[in-house]
């Protein structure tokens, strides 16, 4: 292999572990870019009638902080350790399609930047991330929700595509041995999150189609007066937009359930009980969506249903919870960065669990709804659950991936600044939401008494900025004169653990045969009889296998021309009628990538 | 962007007496709020000699009470049976959270790993009756809290008895303001509600545009008004009060800034009131005032309205009693002269709006445009606007 670090060389890769940290480079500059979003909203609030941001520019920026926040950032990232870890985790030296993989990246990072265009052309969307219709529909000539529908269609298709690919992984290329309930929790969250994926993105995607039709060929499905209906959009959206709540939140919940068990020396206390859980709470993450619509007007019985699913949706995450309380209890815990985070995740999500029990009793939500309590609860449950459990994994697989240890003097730093920074920043919106101050408002006038709360989560957002920072600093600290990690710094129990750091390109030298669930850690101990952890001698030196034989996917150009082709289609459909012709230009794009890729030799004769 | 200050003092002088004495019991409240008003005054001396600007929207004035749009102090049956139910639930989530809490930390300090001291750990893979135990319970306690949140629902679902002899008021939420009509009286007006107490009051609500929210917590949760369909609120003020709140679904550009205005009367009172409404406007024969009714004619009646005239034109407030009114704006702005006459030198400074994007051919109304009046137009028909009482 030659030129493992030129642009070329990534622009083309099909190596899962490239692509994965393809996605965390990209997620972490989308967190960049979504916290300055954050930080300019909390800036405007800090005071009341702010004037920082005019009410143009706000409308913008909370609608493109949770859009980046959610598909630019939190989904990427979790993509990002999914694609490198879910291989090596059960076993497999690659996803099961490893151009799909790359076409999935590429047509991601397309689709982000088209958003970003938006900026620079007019304006970004500013309907808000949920686009409620009519509201998204009223304006056709400025084409800001064009940006939106599109956009969000074209990083649904990058999600769709990896789900696809991630299942198909699971259900194909475990190793010898490595039955279902014996893969690791983190696997079979992301398991569940592909079919989430699967089947909730064409919701989503019939929608934005009927939105960008609305817009520009004078369809009226969400036009009252043209005969269609706005509530139409708001199921369509949450029957979408629910389980994709569980799609930012299960990657974090099967963190936690590797980093728990590593850090306390013992096994995941009652793992069927946490996998299935995760199946169930994936399964009834479709039936609790009206719970977002419980001022809409939908009648008291189909509020009560919606209030009885979503109350018990509570219960398989109590589960999850009790297990991991379980899992600690009676264990030798190590206090890590990892385990910090993941120990903060607990709690926090308690907190954003018990505010979500009280969104489902449905009068209530009649006055918490659209207000800053709704807006406390979710980022207690995406910030203090999907981000610390992600920060977890960052820690966790940093010196996997790095082959060096992130410092953790400044890792704890980073994890105490983080967490107090967000108990700050949203705890008081608790009290501001019940006070009265509904979401989405650009300024608040004097006399609410809601002055003192929104400095004070103001100043806990640049608390959260000042972390982030430290995180940064950490990262560089690393690169430079990091501790070397060796191939197993925590003592981990998983497979990614029997490898070097980083990992060779084929994973594993040969492939591994799985005896029992969190094999490599029974490679190293054995239990006595009363269950108590027992280290064996160093086994003998593994079978060095025959790496040079191994085939591995050939690098392919074909994936990024096919997404760019995707990208100008896009571009040109904003602009109706005379986009049309951009349009056929990236359609033509595409569909000689698509053909070159379908004639591409399956082995390269170079090779080996 | 609009002229700010603290000049909360300005808009005290201009507001009703009714409005006076409450901000008088606001002010014996504490001495926390005093020490703020004091700052508050400062405050308002110093931006009144910088600019002689105001705030338009410092909300202190109109309500008493610190927290006017607090949805945890019910003034109404409905929010008071909103209100019980959430703390219920708010208790009982305090208790687990506490005990998750309680647990968690005890177990990161029992069996945290202390320097050389290393231990075997048992391996303890699960326990089937503590899983039982752990799904049931919860289960249990959800069950338990679904009951009263049910039945609760139905209650405040409800259509008004036939026997209680609701008034009905037809809500229309327009961007960014609020149509109120009364069927039962044949007017109606815009941003600020009368109702009567102890009498319930059934809500209509729809939308001439984009979905809106109606919300005025101490009376009752919020309802959305959606285009194409109608929802209702039940709701009832025990006292005579004003209360204040704001459309809480977002509905673009100045969302912020819809405010509204329930003015909650003995039924005497708002008897008097809603005769006064119902009266035709009586328009002016001489002076600036009938010069001002001049140029409405040429300028504002294409949006606006004043009933017992020519002028019906249903896309923007209904203006036949504008004069008795605290506020306009979306019941953002003090009805001042002054804020009137900024307002009609360009209505977008003091209120963000669209109206380069209105299209009254389909009805989309996104603002008021600036209509190049000059100063002394402005003051007639300031003078006009004066005398609909």
């Given at each position: 292999?030659?030129?493992?670090?030129?642009?070329?060389?990534?622009?083309?890769?099909?190596?899962?572990?490239?692509?994965?940290?393809?996605?965390?480079?990209?997620?972490?500059?989308?967190?960049?870019?979504?916290?300055?979003?954050?930080?300019?909203?909390?800036?405007?609030?800090?005071?009341?009638?702010?004037?920082?941001?005019?009410?143009?520019?706000?409308?913008?920026?909370?609608?493109?902080?949770?859009?980046?926040?959610?598909?630019?950032?939190?989904?990427?990232?979790?993509?990002?350790?999914?694609?490198?870890?879910l291989?090596?985790?059960?076993?497999?030296?690659?996803?099961?399609?490893?151009?799909?993989?790359?076409?999935?990246?590429?047509i991601?990072?397309?689709?982000?930047?088209?958003?970003?265009?938006?900026?620079?052309?007019?304006?970004?969307?500013?309907?808000?991330?949920?686009?409620?219709?009519?509201?998204?529909?009223?304006?056709?000539?400025v084409?800001?929700?064009?940006?939106?529908?599109?956009?969000?269609?074209?990083?649904?298709?990058?999600?769709?595509?990896?789900s696809?690919?991630?299942?198909?992984?699971?259900?194909?290329?475990?190793?010898?041995?490595?039955?279902?309930?014996?893969?690791?929790?983190?696997?079979?969250?992301?398991?569940?999150?592909?079919?989430?994926?699967?089947?909730?993105?064409?919701?989503i995607?019939?929608?934005?189609?009927?939105v960008y039709?609305?817009?520009?060929?004078?369809?009226?499905?969400f036009?009252?007066?043209?005969?269609?209906?706005?509530?139409?959009w708001?199921?369509?959206?949450?029957?979408?937009?629910?389980?994709?709540?569980?799609?930012?939140?299960?990657?974090?919940?099967?963190?936690?359930?590797?980093?728990?068990?590593t850090?306390?020396?013992?096994?995941?206390?009652?793992?069927?009980?946490?996998?299935?859980?995760?199946?169930?709470?994936?399964?009834?993450?479709?039936?609790?969506?009206?719970?977002?619509?419980?001022?809409?007007?939908?009648?008291?019985?189909a509020?009560?249903?919606?209030?009885?699913?979503?109350?018990?949706?509570?219960?398989?995450?109590?589960?999850?919870?009790?297990?991991?309380?379980?899992?600690?209890?009676?264990?030798?815990?190590?206090?890590?960065?990892?385990?910090?985070?993941?120990?903060?995740?607990?709690?926090?999500?308690v907190?954003?669990?018990?505010?979500?029990?009280?969104?489902?009793?449905?009068?209530?939500?009649?006055?918490?709804?659209?207000?800053?309590?709704?807006?406390?609860?979710?980022?207690?449950?995406?910030?203090?659950?999907?981000?610390?459990?992600?920060?977890?994994?960052?820690?966790?697989?940093?010196?996997?991936?790095?082959?060096?240890?992130?410092?953790?003097?400044?890792?704890?730093l980073?994890?105490?600044?983080m967490?107090?920074?967000?108990?700050?920043?949203?705890?008081?919106?608790?009290?501001?939401?019940?006070?009265?101050?509904?979401?989405?408002?650009?300024?608040?006038?004097?006399?609410?008494?809601?002055?003192?709360?929104?400095?004070?989560?103001?100043v806990?957002?640049?608390?959260?900025?000042?972390?982030?920072?430290?995180?940064?600093?950490?990262?560089?600290?690393?690169?430079?004169?990091?501790e070397?990690?060796?191939?197993?710094?925590?003592?981990?129990?998983?497979?990614?653990?029997?490898?070097?750091?980083?990992?060779?390109?084929?994973?594993?030298?040969?492939?591994?045969?799985?005896?029992?669930?969190?094999?490599?850690?029974?490679?190293?101990?054995?239990?006595?009889?009363?269950g108590?952890?027992?280290?064996?001698?160093?086994?003998?030196?593994?079978?060095?296998?025959?790496?040079?034989?191994?085939?591995?996917?050939?690098?392919?150009?074909y994936?990024?021309?096919?997404?760019?082709?995707?990208?100008?289609?896009?571009?040109?459909?904003?602009?109706?009628?005379?986009?049309?012709?951009?349009?056929?230009?990236?359609?033509?794009?595409?569909?000689?990538?698509?053909?070159?890729?379908?004639?591409?030799?399956l082995t390269?004769?170079?090779?080996? | 962007?609009?002229?700010?200050?603290?000049?909360?003092?300005?808009?005290?002088?201009?507001?009703?007496?009714?409005?006076?004495?409450?901000?008088?019991?606001?002010?014996?409240?504490?001495?926390?709020?005093?020490?703020?008003?004091?700052?508050?005054?400062?405050?308002?001396a110093?931006?009144?000699?910088?600019?002689?600007?105001?705030?338009?929207?410092?909300?202190?004035?109109?309500?008493?009470g610190?927290?006017?749009?607090?949805?945890?102090?019910?003034?109404?049956?409905?929010?008071?049976?909103?209100?019980?139910?959430?703390?219920?639930?708010?208790?009982?989530?305090?208790?687990?959270?506490?005990?998750?809490?309680?647990?968690?930390?005890f177990?990161?300090?029992?069996?945290?790993?202390?320097?050389?001291?290393?231990?075997?750990?048992?391996?303890?893979?699960?326990?089937?009756r503590?899983?039982?135990?752990?799904?049931?319970?919860?289960?249990?306690?959800?069950?338990?809290?679904?009951?009263?949140t049910?039945?609760?629902?139905?209650?405040?679902?409800?259509?008004?008895?036939?026997?209680?002899?609701?008034?009905?008021?037809?809500?229309?939420?327009?961007?960014?303001?609020?149509?109120?009509?009364?069927?039962?009286?044949?007017?109606?007006?815009?941003?600020?509600?009368?109702?009567?107490?102890?009498?319930?009051?059934?809500?209509?609500?729809?939308?001439?545009?984009?979905?809106?929210?109606?919300w005025?917590?101490?009376?009752?949760?919020?309802?959305?008004?959606?285009?194409?369909?109608?929802?209702?609120?039940?709701?009832?003020?025990?006292?005579?009060?004003?209360?204040?709140?704001?459309?809480?679904?977002?509905?673009?550009?100045?969302?912020?800034?819809?405010?509204?205005r329930?003015?909650?009367?003995?039924?005497?009172?708002?008897?008097?009131?809603?005769?006064?409404?119902?009266?035709?406007?009586?328009?002016?024969?001489?002076?600036?005032?009938?010069?001002?009714?001049?140029?409405?004619?040429?300028?504002?009646?294409?949006?606006?309205?004043?009933?017992?005239?020519?002028?019906?034109?249903?896309?923007?407030?209904?203006?036949?009693?504008?004069?008795?009114?605290?506020?306009?704006?979306?019941?953002?702005?003090?009805?001042?002269?002054?804020?009137?006459?900024?307002?009609?030198?360009?209505?977008?400074?003091?209120?963000?709006?669209?109206?380069?994007?209105?299209?009254?051919?389909?009805?989309?109304?996104?603002?008021?445009?600036?209509?190049?009046?000059?100063?002394?137009?402005?003051?007639?028909?300031?003078?006009?606007?004066?005398?609909?009482?």
């Amino acid at each position: 292999m030659t030129g493992n670090r030129g642009l070329w060389h990534w622009l083309t890769t099909t190596d899962h572990k490239k692509i994965g940290k393809l996605y965390g480079v990209t997620a972490l500059a989308f967190f960049v870019v979504g916290g300055v979003e954050a930080l300019l909203i909390r800036l405007q609030l800090a005071t009341p009638n702010g004037e920082i941001l005019s009410a143009d520019a706000y409308n913008q920026m909370f609608t493109m902080h949770a859009t980046t926040m959610v598909f630019l950032v939190v989904m990427p990232a979790a993509a990002a350790l999914t694609n490198y870890f879910l291989p090596i985790l059960i076993g497999a030296r690659d996803v099961a399609f490893p151009r799909l993989n790359a076409l999935s990246y590429w047509i991601f990072l397309f689709g982000g930047l088209f958003l970003t265009l938006s900026f620079f052309v007019g304006g970004a969307p500013d309907g808000g991330w949920f686009g409620y219709a009519p509201l998204s529909t009223q304006v056709p000539e400025v084409v800001r929700m064009d940006y939106w529908a599109l956009g969000l269609l074209v990083l649904g298709l990058a999600s769709v595509l990896s789900s696809v690919n991630f299942i198909t992984t699971v259900l194909t290329l475990r190793a010898p041995g490595m039955t279902l309930m014996r893969m690791p929790v983190f696997a079979w969250m992301a398991t569940v999150v592909s079919f989430l994926l699967l089947f909730s993105l064409p919701i989503i995607t019939i929608g934005l189609l009927q939105v960008y039709l609305d817009r520009n060929l004078g369809t009226a499905f969400f036009s009252a007066a043209g005969g269609g209906d706005p509530i139409l959009w708001q199921h369509l959206f949450w029957l979408f937009g629910h389980p994709e709540v569980y799609v930012l939140v299960l990657p974090a919940m099967g963190i936690v359930s590797e980093v728990l068990p590593t850090f306390s020396r013992k096994p995941l206390f009652g793992r069927p009980f946490v996998i299935f859980s995760g199946i169930a709470i994936g399964f009834m993450g479709f039936g609790v969506w009206a719970h977002h619509m419980f001022t809409a007007g939908l009648g008291p019985v189909a509020e009560a249903a919606f209030a009885l699913t979503t109350m018990f949706i509570a219960v398989p995450t109590g589960v999850k919870i009790f297990n991991w309380l379980g899992t600690i209890w009676g264990g030798s815990l190590r206090l890590k960065t990892p385990m910090l985070f993941s120990l903060g995740f607990i709690f926090l999500f308690v907190i954003g669990g018990l505010s979500g029990v009280t969104h489902s009793i449905a009068p209530a939500d009649s006055q918490q709804h659209d207000t800053y309590y709704v807006v406390a609860h979710f980022h207690y449950v995406l910030f203090g659950g999907a981000v610390f459990g992600l920060f977890s994994g960052v820690y966790y697989w940093w010196p996997k991936v790095t082959g060096k240890l992130l410092n953790e003097r400044i890792g704890k730093l980073h994890f105490w600044l983080m967490f107090i920074g967000m108990n700050l920043t949203f705890a008081p919106m608790h009290i501001l939401g019940l006070n009265g101050m509904p979401r989405r408002t650009y300024r608040y006038a004097e006399g609410l008494g809601l002055d003192l709360w929104n400095l004070v989560a103001t100043v806990g957002s640049f608390t959260i900025a000042a972390s982030v920072a430290v995180f940064f600093w950490n990262a560089y600290r690393t690169a430079k004169r990091g501790e070397v990690a060796g191939n197993d710094p925590w003592d981990g129990r998983t497979l990614e653990w029997s490898i070097s750091s980083p990992p060779p390109e084929h994973n594993f030298d040969v492939v591994p045969v799985v005896h029992s669930e969190d094999d490599f850690w029974h490679r190293k101990y054995t239990e006595d009889a009363s269950g108590n952890a027992i280290p064996l001698a160093a086994s003998a030196q593994a079978d060095p296998g025959h790496p040079e034989t191994i085939h591995l996917p050939s690098p392919s150009y074909y994936p990024v021309l096919s997404a760019a082709g995707i990208f100008v289609m896009v571009v040109g459909l904003v602009y109706l009628p005379w986009g049309l012709s951009v349009v056929g230009g990236g359609a033509v794009v595409t569909l000689w990538g698509l053909f070159g890729w379908s004639m591409e030799p399956l082995t390269r004769e170079d090779h080996g | 962007m609009i002229a700010s200050g603290h000049a909360g003092v300005v808009s005290i002088l201009a507001a009703s007496p009714e409005d006076q004495e409450l901000f008088v019991v606001e002010r014996q409240m504490n001495g926390a709020s005093r020490r703020r008003s004091v700052v508050m005054i400062v405050l308002a001396a110093l931006a009144l000699a910088a600019c002689a600007g105001d705030d338009p929207t410092n909300l202190a004035r109109v309500v008493g009470g610190d927290v006017p749009q607090n949805s945890l102090n019910p003034a109404g049956p409905t929010a008071a049976k909103v209100d019980s139910l959430f703390w219920m639930v708010l208790w009982i989530a305090t208790v687990i959270f506490v005990l998750v809490t309680l647990a968690l930390v005890f177990v990161v300090f029992r069996f945290r790993e202390r320097k050389g001291r290393s231990r075997t750990v048992r391996q303890l893979h699960g326990n089937t009756r503590l899983e039982i135990a752990w799904t049931i319970i919860p289960a249990v306690i959800l069950a338990a809290v679904a009951v009263p949140t049910i039945s609760t629902l139905f209650e405040i679902r409800a259509a008004p008895d036939p026997e209680d002899n609701a008034l009905e008021i037809e809500v229309i939420g327009h961007q960014w303001w609020w149509e109120f009509r009364y069927p039962e009286y044949g007017f109606t007006t815009a941003n600020e509600m009368h109702i009567p107490t102890g009498r319930p009051v059934y809500l209509t609500l729809t939308s001439a545009d984009v979905i809106h929210s109606f919300w005025v917590p101490r009376l009752s949760g919020k309802r959305d008004a959606v285009p194409g369909r109608l929802t209702n609120i039940l709701m009832e003020a025990d006292e005579p009060g004003t209360y204040i709140g704001q459309c809480a679904e977002f509905c673009g550009l100045a969302h912020a800034d819809m405010r509204q205005r329930v003015f909650a009367q003995t039924e005497a009172e708002f008897a008097a009131w809603a005769l006064a409404q119902t009266e035709p406007a009586a328009l002016p024969t001489e002076g600036a005032a009938a010069a001002g009714w001049e140029t409405f004619q040429t300028q504002c009646t294409s949006c606006h309205a004043i009933s017992g005239t020519s002028a019906t034109s249903q896309l923007a407030p209904n203006l036949t009693h504008f004069a008795s009114r605290t506020s306009f704006a979306g019941a953002t702005l003090d009805n001042t002269d002054d804020h009137l006459r900024q307002w009609l030198r360009n209505p977008s400074s003091l209120v963000p709006m669209w109206p380069e994007r209105n299209d009254l051919a389909a009805g989309r109304i996104l603002g008021m445009p600036d209509l190049g009046l000059t100063e002394q137009q402005i003051s007639e028909l300031v003078a006009f606007l004066r005398t609909l009482e």
